[in-house]
């Protein structure tokens, strides 16, 4: 690997893991002290309105951000920026009028709430604000400047997350959410044109709008039904079954898409422009991407398996009794991310290799065939339990459809994966078998049980991949050095 590049990828994951643990442990903390104040029906009923603003929200930027990372030097310029940025905020404002006068009067409809009419027009402000930073933070992301985006997504998700809790102490309950969501967006619109310097110009040029829009509209649809998969879930759970069982499974997915999902966005943002400067060298494709999912296992499946075992203490602790419902969807999602972390980010990679067409259609057979039918029957006949087993049924069988696309395109062999996840899966079972004997038979106090097998984790690692991350962090002291 050049030096310069393997610079640009450890600063971008240096400057994207500040934001992860800035960003999510003071959300993390911020929903603790909210869910300890609010009720579950609170939370459901934000859940609902997500679910529609939701739908409408992935076509807000027409996949133009991804399209203007992924284009190569010599074939992007001035025109496609501007392009792009008047295009976003004319068509966000058509988004936002479907909003306001349809699609909030159909949710309220649908789940029988009406207080959805109130919140969705609120809660879906970040439509109109999200296009005018489009290109900003597609400059930022193109040029791997991550300390500024981390500086950007931080400094608004503390701010907003201090309003949400005052409003809530203040007695503002539901709404509380709402403002949460759409004051990040208010406090990071000028710090992103402060940011990059970039100020749009009344330019808007066919042949730039045809060019991103052709690579754009296939990245539009694949996050269409990544929306789909992603809260498809939470319509079903929320008609079949009630508000409050929504507010339990919210909570259990909240818990642990905090972690994965904000591991992704990091190593997504700083691997997806490297994938597209790479895209013709697939030797090199191959090698960042198995360490992408070695090290992701290593960091996620210890989380993970914390909360398959000890998933019961850790909801009575930290939100009370009125949560326990959310015990057994907890343990089996965890048990889900596991599986996941086998293939974690396959679509950046088919993405980068500019092959969008291909990553939307895979989506849309696994949105449609896989995950639709398995999640109404699951929540239809077993409740929130069925979603979440429903969810892990669908994680393993996405393994082996992303395996398969993997091995044709770039010849990664299943074994060539497994290899990579042996660390964490190895440790990931040494540690949990440790600690449901240790907690569940010999009833052994749940924060010893967990702190040991914490350490078992680590020592797995340690014994199985200790000299490869040794030679890991002695180069990147010798690039620091250099």
């Not at 090698?287 to 909360?307: C, E, F, P, T």
């Amino acid at each position: 690997m050049a030096p310069g590049l393997k610079k640009s990828i450890l600063t971008g994951i240096f400057w994207n893991t500040i934001q992860l643990v800035i960003n999510r442990t003071f959300s993390f903390v911020i929903k603790l002290i909210l869910a300890k104040i609010l009720f579950p029906e609170e939370f459901g009923l934000i859940g609902m309105a997500v679910v529609f603003t939701s739908f409408v929200e992935v076509f807000n930027d027409l996949g133009f951000g991804a399209a203007i990372v992924q284009k190569k030097e010599n074939l992007i310029n001035e025109s496609h920026f501007h392009t792009a940025f008047w295009t976003g905020i004319v068509w966000a404002i058509v988004l936002y009028a479907f909003i306001y006068f349809f699609l909030a009067d159909l949710a309220a409809n649908f789940y029988d709430e009406p207080l959805l009419e109130e919140i969705i027009p609120v809660l879906s402000l970040g439509i109109l604000l999200n296009p005018i930073n489009l290109v900003h933070k597609a400059q930022l992301t193109r040029a791997m400047n991550f300390k500024k985006l981390a500086y950007i997504s931080n400094t608004s998700s503390i701010i907003s997350g201090s309003i949400s809790l005052i409003l809530a102490l203040l007695g503002f309950g539901v709404w509380s959410l709402v403002f949460n969501s759409v004051t990040a967006y208010v406090i990071s619109l000028p710090l992103f044109f402060v940011a990059t310097g970039w100020k749009p110009k009344f330019i808007w040029v066919r042949t730039a709008f045809d060019d991103i829009f052709g690579f754009g509209v296939n990245t539009m649809g694949t996050q269409v039904f990544n929306n789909l998969i992603n809260k498809f879930d939470y319509l079903v759970i929320g008609k079949l079954l009630s508000v409050s069982a929504l507010g339990v499974y919210t909570l259990a997915f909240t818990l642990t898409d905090t972690f994965r999902g904000q591991l992704m966005t990091v190593m997504n943002r700083v691997m997806y422009p490297i994938y597209g400067k790479k895209q013709d060298d697939k030797v090199s494709l191959v090698k960042y991407y198995l360490k992408v999912v070695k090290y992701n296992s290593m960091i996620i499946d210890g989380i993970m398996m914390v909360l398959v075992i000890y998933a019961e203490p850790i909801i009575l602790l930290f939100f009370g009794d009125k949560w326990i419902d959310t015990v057994i969807p907890l343990q089996i999602l965890s048990l889900s991310v596991v599986f996941h972390m086998m293939v974690s980010s396959n679509t950046s990679l088919i993405r980068g290799m500019g092959k969008p067409g291909l990553e939307f259609r895979l989506q849309l057979f696994k949105s449609l065939v896989l995950y639709v039918p398995l999640i109404y029957f699951g929540t239809k006949f077993f409740g929130t339990a069925g979603a979440a087993f429903a969810i892990l049924i669908n994680k393993l069988i996405s393994v082996i459809i992303a395996q398969y696309f993997l091995k044709k395109l770039l010849g990664i062999s299943l074994m060539a994966l497994v290899d990579s996840t042996k660390p964490a899966l190895i440790s990931f079972i040494a540690g949990s078998l440790w600690g449901y004997v240790s907690f569940n038979i010999f009833s052994l106090h749940w924060v010893i049980s967990a702190l040991i097998a914490v350490g078992i984790y680590m020592g797995g690692i340690y014994f199985i991949a200790g000299k490869e991350i040794k030679s890991e962090l002695s180069g990147l002291r010798k690039l620091k050095a250099a």
